[in-house]
C-alpha cells in the first residue's frame, strides 16, 4: 500500500472549469508539498502546508490533519494549467513520500 | 538570486560504469536532498544533507551514495550501473527558519544506461 494516494489520476476539464485533486497519506507528517510539472521535466513547489489551507492566485490548498486529507483547488482553469500536480508528504522522521500524481489537461 | 543548477543535463552511460550527478543549491541554502524519477516508480526519495551531514535516507540500495561539500553543493553517485537506474535525478534545496520546508528543484539530469 502506498503511503501517498492521489485522485484522480487523470483528469481533463474544459477552460474556466473548477478543478479539484485529491490527497490522502497514511503516515504521520510534518508537513504535505503540492508540486506541479510541466512536460520536460522541471518541478515547482506550489505550496507547503503543515495545517489549515493557503491561496495563491488562482490555487488553493487544503489540509485536514485529522483526516489525514489534502485537495488542490484550481479555480478558473486555463490550458497553461495543464500539467502533472504531485502531492508529497515529508514523514515525522523526515522521509519524503510521493504521490504518483494527477495529470490534468486543460482544453480551451 | 540563480536558482538550482544539476549536471550534466544528460548523459548516457553503460552497466557497469558508475556516474557522479552535481547539485549547486540556491546560495545561503543548506539543505540539499536527491530524487529519482521513472516512469514505472513516479518520485522517490534518495536522500537528504544538511550541513555536510545525510540526515535522511530512502529506500535505495548502497550503490546510491551522496556527499556535500562545505560550501553546500552536494554530488550523488551511482556505482555498477543498471538498466533500471536509467531515471531523471532531481535535487532540491531548501533554506532556514521559514524556507526550511519549501523546496526549490533543479532541472534534473536524465540519466539513460545502455
Known amino acids: 500500500k502506498n503511503e501517498v494516494e492521489q485522485s484522480p489520476q487523470n483528469l481533463t476539464a474544459q477552460e474556466g472549469e473548477f478543478i479539484t485533486i485529491n490527497c490522502s497519506y497514511s503516515v504521520g507528517i510534518s508537513a504535505l508539498h503540492w508540486l506541479q510539472q510541466h512536460p520536460g521535466g522541471g518541478i515547482v513547489s506550489l505550496f507547503m502546508l503543515s495545517s489549515g489551507k493557503k491561496k495563491h492566485g488562482r490555487l488553493i490548498a487544503t489540509i485536514n490533519i485529522q483526516e489525514k486529507h489534502s485537495s488542490l483547488h484550481i479555480t478558473a482553469s486555463h490550458p497553461r494549467d495543464s500539467a502533472v500536480y504531485i502531492c508529497a508528504v515529508r514523514r515525522l522522521g523526515n522521509q519524503f513520500y510521493f504521490g504518483t500524481g494527477t495529470s490534468l489537461t486543460v482544453i480551451p | 538570486k540563480a536558482g538550482v543548477t544539476q549536471t550534466p543535463r544528460y548523459l548516457i552511460k553503460t552497466r557497469g560504469q558508475q556516474v557522479t550527478l552535481s547539485c549547486s543549491p540556491i546560495s545561503g541554502h543548506r539543505s540539499v536532498s536527491w530524487y529519482q524519477q521513472t516512469p514505472g516508480q513516479g518520485l522517490q526519495f534518495l536522500f537528504e544533507y544538511f550541513s555536510e551531514t545525510q540526515r535522511n535516507k530512502g529506500n535505495f540500495p548502497g550503490r546510491f551514495s551522496g556527499r556535500q561539500f562545505s560550501n553546500s553543493r552536494s554530488e550523488m553517485n551511482v556505482s555498477t550501473l543498471e538498466l533500471g537506474d536509467s531515471a531523471l535525478y532531481l535535487c532540491?534545496?531548501?533554506?532556514?527558519?521559514?524556507?526550511?520546508?519549501?523546496?526549490?528543484f533543479g532541472a534534473g539530469s536524465r540519466l539513460t544506461v545502455l
Open positions: 532540491a534545496s531548501s533554506g532556514t527558519g521559514d524556507g526550511a520546508n519549501v523546496l526549490t
